[in-house]
């Protein structure tokens, strides 16, 4: 009789006997069936043994291994030294082969386990803490974890996308898994425990504070992108494991190239800038700037006014609009170079239109989704770490600011100054606003000085200026800002105030007879 036991040399380990523990059915029974028609015996646990058995598969029950039973609500079932030592066994130490003999250890060559639904459970909206607890697998990850680590002995699977693959090369090599796959497929595990183990301790982390000692974060490959800022920089697009949204959630894309990575960076400008409002609005991004926005009573006019504000930058810009697109717009898009068109729906026949244009991305935008509970943080990537801090996403009421000149802004003003305020922060620092009739006229942004930003907002502005409101993102260190708005015809200025030098600011503001408010909040955007 051969020895049930025998010395083994590293990947020379042949599949058979198996151990299936999976959340995820996916695949599993038709990956069961191609390991049983290989002569694997099947071992299994709980819900997978029934679903296996009810495919007509034969199942030997994981207790039967152990010679324990399962107990205290499927918390213990796996955490035993007889199913342990087959994961861990060094199958080519002779005295790990003699202490399996001794304690009547049964080797286990091959691990397809998944976990329970942690992430999924913990991001329900109105879930228990107890419900989140109870979705903390331990049996599992345990498992995985030792047979990643013995891989060279016991292969282990934890993706369904991975059976196929795995059950071809067993079929092609009398059961045997060469070194690579097996390390490769231990990488795919710590890869899945890993992310499993940031998942939980964020949660248990953001239930204390917002900014823990320990800032664990988990992200996940989406798509390779064609090339990065520049085309000799390699790109890949990822998402936060357990985000809520992302720049891509529930976007479809209809036509067009594939998004390359300047493409993600302006689309997620311009998304956040029209989600800021709840009428009809359109913006146009470009170099991850607005270089137009505008609310209208339709998509058609907001489109047309933002894109009067500055033709020449439009081209080839981010068009992102909160409406969907009947034919009338999707004509007067298709009479511009738009890069990437991105709207919650398309007629028909408006679809029909654009598609003409074969380079241009059309995406849809079916998030309907508000984001996540608790604050969102932003991040961002520094040599060697990261700076965090809260997501500038709150939207400044008229109720607390304060006018500080003279005379007062009238109703239209208020309007005009509330949405070039909401326009700023979406433009890059040093941010300046000129705004008329709810659309931007002129926008200034990233100069190094706060003057030179309103200069280049006036020069840029397609129309005359006069009658029009400045916003700026901070506050106005001297007066000449205020006083180069003033000549061009600016009639009413929003800032954050709190420079030295704000008396002489208002004092300009006063003389020239225009409405100065304070915000009192900065909105910088680097």
Request: charged letters at 25%; aromatic letters at 6%.
């Amino acid at each position: 009789m051969p020895d049930p036991l025998p010395l083994t040399a590293p990947g020379d380990v042949q599949v058979r006997r198996a151990l299936l523990s999976v959340s995820d059915k996916r695949g599993i029974v038709e990956f069961a069936q191609g390991l049983a028609a290989l002569g694997v015996e099947l071992v299994s646990t709980g819900g997978t043994a029934a679903t296996l058995r009810d495919a007509g598969l034969s199942v030997r029950p994981v207790e039967d291994l152990t010679g324990f039973p399962e107990m205290m609500d499927g918390r213990l079932k796996t955490l035993h030294p007889k199913l342990h030592g087959g994961l861990l066994a060094v199958r080519d130490d002779e005295g790990h082969v003699a202490a399996a003999r001794e304690h009547g250890i049964e080797w286990i060559d091959l691990v397809c386990v998944n976990l329970y639904p942690f992430e999924r459970t913990a991001a329900r909206r109105g879930v228990s803490d107890a419900e989140v607890i109870e979705n903390i697998d331990i049996g599992g990850p345990t498992m995985v974890r030792a047979a990643a680590k013995n891989h060279a002995f016991t292969a282990v699977v934890v993706r369904p996308e991975s059976y196929d693959a795995v059950l071809a090369e067993l079929q092609m090599s009398d059961c045997r898994l060469s070194l690579e796959t097996r390390r490769a497929l231990a990488g795919e595990a710590f890869a899945l425990t890993a992310r499993y183990d940031t998942a939980i301790a964020r949660w248990f982390s953001e239930q204390r504070e917002d900014f823990p000692p320990l800032l664990l974060r988990a992200y996940e490959r989406v798509t390779d992108l064609p090339y990065g800022e520049n085309p000799h920089q390699r790109a890949a697009f990822y998402t936060q494991v357990g985000a809520r949204r992302h720049v891509m959630s529930q976007v479809a894309q209809l036509h067009g190239r594939e998004l390359s990575f300047n493409n993600l960076l302006d689309l997620d400008a311009a998304r956040a800038v029209v989600r800021d409002f709840e009428v009809p609005a359109c913006v146009i991004v470009k170099h991850n700037n607005p270089c137009g926005v505008a609310v209208a009573a339709t998509p058609l006019d907001a489109y047309r006014r933002a894109f009067a504000c500055d033709p020449v930058s439009a081209f080839g810009g981010i068009v992102a609009l909160n409406r969907r697109v009947d034919a009338a717009l999707a004509e007067a898009l298709s009479e511009q170079f738009v890069e990437v068109l991105i709207a919650p729906g398309y007629d028909e026949d408006a679809l029909a239109i654009l598609q003409r244009k074969p380079n241009t991305r059309i995406l849809d935008d079916r998030e309907r989704r508000r984001a996540g509970g608790g604050p969102e943080l932003d991040l961002r990537q520094v040599e060697g770490g990261l700076l965090v801090q809260d997501r500038d996403a709150d939207l400044d009421e008229r109720e607390t600011m304060e006018v500080v000149t003279e005379r007062q802004p009238d109703d239209g003003q208020w309007e005009d100054l509330l949405f070039a305020w909401r326009v700023a922060k979406h433009v890059k620092s040093n941010a300046i606003v000129l705004a008329r009739d709810l659309a931007t006229v002129g926008i200034g942004a990233g100069q190094m000085s706060r003057v030179d930003s309103v200069r280049l907002a006036i020069e840029k502005a397609q129309s005359p200026v006069a009658g029009a409101v400045l916003a700026s993102d901070a506050f106005f260190p001297f007066a000449d800002g205020p006083q180069a708005a003033i000549e061009a015809g600016v009639t009413a200025v929003i800032q954050p105030g709190g420079s030295k030098r704000d008396d002489e600011v208002v004092a300009a503001a006063d003389a020239a007879g225009i409405a100065m408010v304070f915000t009192h909040r900065r909105h910088f955007r680097h």
